[in-house]
């Protein structure tokens, strides 16, 4: 429901903190029970959810089944993946689809069933959908509208929160910090709202609500080239932390093994989709290398492809490798990626008579806030859902389109515990407003902008695909310093999304070191060269704050 900023209310049931997939879905599912606000931090389709491209993983085919997609989950996390969570999850994925069915999603269809559906739609016949295979998957399962999906969720399902009157959809607004209380006799903090940087009139606003849910996406903007939007600072992670919770795994940043590699694509992603349907990865000369490194070629778990391309490139000192799709039908290749072959052509590249140079790029964030099945969170009444959360569905390697089941599957469980418990929270009153009376304006915004791009080149450098300890502990000293600096620079200074965004990535990027050197091991996508080998125990990595 869209509404002007004078008539914005400052009091909601639900305050959900980010406008993807995974908040726009827990929007949908708990405004029947009670008041809704989801906050973006700018236009509602700059999130992570718009620019997906591959799928969803969903077990729809007679020869699949619900025990494989675990096994191949649990094959993929290296041995970290949680077994309950894998099993609750994918056992619900036809669920999901058939609830995004029903909210007007336009899945691709196979032929025949195109050929016979009616103009009155799909329905629920989940058979009717095509599938496609992509890497870690030992069966087609993924389910996707062409090479667009996340674009095709996004816009049916913020078209249904838009029509809603009890859902409030609030742009160019940048959470600060999460409000607490400790109420008597209670053992655990309870959240009561957040404040929140209203990006029109530079003022922080307090928002009060019985619930929050954070739902905003990973931290990938930590690294210098990633397939991420710009939104992706680890906003919840940060928030969470702060406010108390624990947070884990978060040593593996999961690099997308092909991004499109041109001075002016800015990290457009080049689907895994493209492999499964008999893509090759190729180098400037031509021959193929994925043989060299796993039997399963270039189907192999994104991980694996991640190192090989990056062992290449620095083999041979070459500025990328390139993936092929060529030799298929350019009428195949126009069908099933059209959004690539547009995007491709802008650039100068035919896709469907040359190769796509690509290079691996920061993608997913695999760890996050320590969350249970019903994503909720160490603080009560707090939520976390989607990329910022941990579920221990990824584990070690999050295997390609169980990101975007999760959100929705732990959003329909999260959605079901708020309503439970809607009626008996209240609403706090006693809550002290922002204060700004000792804060001036930032004369001088260059030191946001130059720690910024040190932070992320530091972490490319030395928290990137290949660590070792002694670029860990380099990368340590110096994101230490950087925080202090942005701490110092934001007790002075009003707010501004950019110091904000600055303040989040600068701690999360602490964390991820820190958890990067507690894994004396290599496991999935943390690799190091001072323990190559795997640990005896597979164990997460939990920090407390």
């Known amino acids: 429901m869209a509404l002007t900023p004078a008539a914005i209310k400052q009091e909601f049931d639900i305050l959900v903190i980010g406008s993807g997939a995974a908040g726009l879905t827990l929007a949908l599912r708990v405004a029947e029970f009670g008041s809704v606000a989801v906050l973006s931090k700018g236009d509602l389709n700059q999130g992570a959810t718009y620019y997906a491209q591959g799928g969803i993983a969903a077990v729809l ?44 999603v336009p899945f691709t ?3 025949t069933a195109l050929a016979a559906t009616s103009a009155s739609g799909l329905g629920h016949d989940l058979s009717s959908l095509h599938l496609t295979q992509e890497g870690g998957h030992s069966h087609r399962r993924i389910i996707h509208a ?55 009139t530079d003022t922080v606003e307090l928002i009060k609500s019985r619930f929050v849910v954070l739902a905003t996406g990973g931290a990938s903007k930590a ?12 906003d919840g992670i940060a928030m969470a932390w702060r406010a108390g919770c624990r947070v884990a795994n978060l040593e593996f940043n999961q690099f997308h093994p ?12 080049i689907t895994e989709a493209l492999r499964g349907e008999g893509a090759t990865l190729e180098l400037p000369d031509g021959s193929r290398f994925m043989h060299n490194f796993d039997a ?47 995007r491709c052509l802008e650039f100068g590249i035919d896709i469907t008579q040359q190769r796509i140079p690509v290079v691996p790029a920061a993608h997913y964030t695999c760890g996050g806030i320590v969350v249970n099945k019903q994503g909720a969170t160490d603080i009560d009444k707090l939520y976390a859902i989607g990329e910022t959360s941990f579920t221990g569905l990824h584990g070690a390697n999050r295997m390609a389109s169980n990101s975007l089941l999760e959100c929705f599957v732990i959003a329909f469980s999260a959605a079901r515990d708020i309503a439970e418990k809607l009626q008996g929270t209240p609403l706090r009153a006693n809550i002290a407003p922002w204060d700004a009376s000792r804060v001036t304006d930032s004369e001088d915004e260059i030191l946001v902008a130059h720690n910024w791009d040190e932070l992320r080149r530091c972490m490319w450098d030395f928290v990137g695909i290949v660590r070792n300890d002694k670029r860990l502990q380099r990368a340590q000293r110096r994101i230490e310093i950087i925080e202090q600096e942005v701490q110092d620079y934001y007790k002075r200074h009003r707010v501004t999304k950019d110091m904000l965004e600055l303040r989040n ?38 920090l407390s704050p």
């Open 61 to 104: 085919d007679a020869e699949d089944s619900i025990e494989s997609h675990v096994r191949d989950t649990l094959s993929a996390g290296v041995g970290l993946s949680h077994p309950d969570i894998v099993e609750y999850i994918v056992a619900n994925s036809a669920e999901a689809v058939s609830w995004l069915v029903q909210q007007g």
């Open 146 to 200: 062409t090479d667009a999906t996340g674009r095709a969720v996004f816009e049916a399902l913020q078209a249904r929160a838009q029509a809603h009157p009890r859902i409030q959809l609030i742009e160019r607004r940048t959470a600060v910090d999460l409000v607490t209380q400790r109420l008597p006799g209670a053992t655990q903090k309870v959240c009561v709202g957040a404040y929140v940087l209203n990006q029109d």
């Open 223 to 234: 690294y210098l080239y990633t397939t991420n939007p710009d939104g992706a600072s680890g």
């Open 505 to 542: 990535l600068a701690l999360v990027s602490r964390l991820i070191i820190t958890s990067a050197l507690q894994r004396k091991e290599s496991r999935g996508l943390h690799f190091t060269l001072d323990y190559p080998e795997l640990a005896e125990a597979a164990v997460d990595t939990i």
């Open 296 to 342: 399963r070629l270039e189907l192999a778990p994104r991980d694996i492809v991640a190192r090989a391309i990056d062992h290449e490139m620095k083999r041979l000192g070459c500025d990328c490798v390139f993936l092929n799709i060529s030799h298929k039908s350019p009428a195949f290749i126009k069908q099933h990626f059209p959004t690539i072959h547009a």
């Open 109 to 111: 269809l196979k032929q």
């Open 258 to 269: 092909t991004c499109l590699f041109h001075p002016h694509a800015k990290s457009f992603l």
